[in-house]
């Protein structure tokens, strides 16, 4: 007697209707990942402007964590992650300020404008190539000091003509 094939015991509510395979960019990273990592749920004020900063620099994630050393083995612990971070940061009496933090909004709309972004049927964003975010991130790092540095924060007050 020939043997029934057995049935999948999903239904139709467990069936995802997201594309099998999207066409996910080389050296792709997950969008989930990259906000869990700028945005720990452990942290009030997460820094992270300098985590993308460190994540441009020093990535990419590997199961949500910064890994560095040879061949990326050593997994970057808490206390060398806010180290990195106020090395990262300007000191408490620069004259320029603090480091502007991104809001997940605005995180999610860098990640959106780059032509690598892969998008769910739904329309979220799911994945970016690792490579173009981290010249986004150099690059919004760098117009983010020249305008903290720039010359017409520095106006001198001014003082009445007599």
Same mark, same amino acid.
């Given at each position: 007697? /020939?043997?029934?094939?057995?049935? $999948? @015991?999903?239904?139709?509510?467990?069936? $995802?209707?997201?594309?099998?395979?999207?066409?996910? /960019?080389?050296?792709?990273?997950?969008?989930? #990942?990259?906000?869990?990592?700028?945005?720990?749920?452990?942290?009030?004020?997460?820094?992270?402007?300098?985590?993308? $900063? +460190?994540?441009? %620099?020093?990535?990419?994630?590997?199961?949500?964590?910064?890994?560095?050393?040879?061949?990326?083995?050593?997994? !970057?612990?808490?206390? #060398?992650? @806010?180290?990195?971070?106020?090395?990262?940061?300007?000191?408490?009496?620069?004259?320029?300020?603090? &480091?502007?933090?991104?809001?997940?909004?605005?995180?999610?709309? &860098?990640?959106?404008?780059?032509?690598?972004? !892969?998008?769910?049927?739904?329309?979220?964003? !799911?994945?970016?190539?690792?490579? #173009? +975010?981290?010249?986004?991130?150099?690059?919004?790092? %760098?117009?983010?000091?020249?305008?903290?540095?720039?010359?017409?924060?520095?106006?001198?007050?001014?003082?009445? !003509? &007599?």
């Amino acid at each position: 007697m /020939p043997r029934r094939k057995r049935r $999948s @015991r999903r239904s139709a509510a467990n069936i $995802s209707t997201e594309p099998e395979e999207l066409k996910m /960019p080389e050296a792709a990273v997950s969008v989930s #990942e990259i906000i869990r990592f700028l945005f720990p749920s452990n942290e009030w004020f997460p820094h992270s402007t300098a985590r993308l $900063s +460190l994540l441009a %620099e020093y990535g990419p994630l590997k199961g949500g964590v910064l890994c560095g050393g040879p061949q990326g083995k050593h997994k !970057v612990s808490q206390m #060398e992650l @806010r180290m990195m971070i106020s090395q990262n940061e300007p000191p408490a009496d620069d004259p320029d300020g603090p &480091l502007p933090n991104y809001s997940k909004k605005q995180v999610i709309a &860098l990640l959106s404008s780059l032509p690598s972004a !892969v998008f769910s049927r739904a329309g979220r964003l !799911v994945a970016v190539s690792f490579h #173009e +975010l981290q010249a986004a991130a150099i690059a919004d790092r %760098e117009r983010i000091d020249l305008a903290r540095r720039s010359p017409l924060r520095q106006l001198p007050t001014a003082e009445p !003509v &007599l």
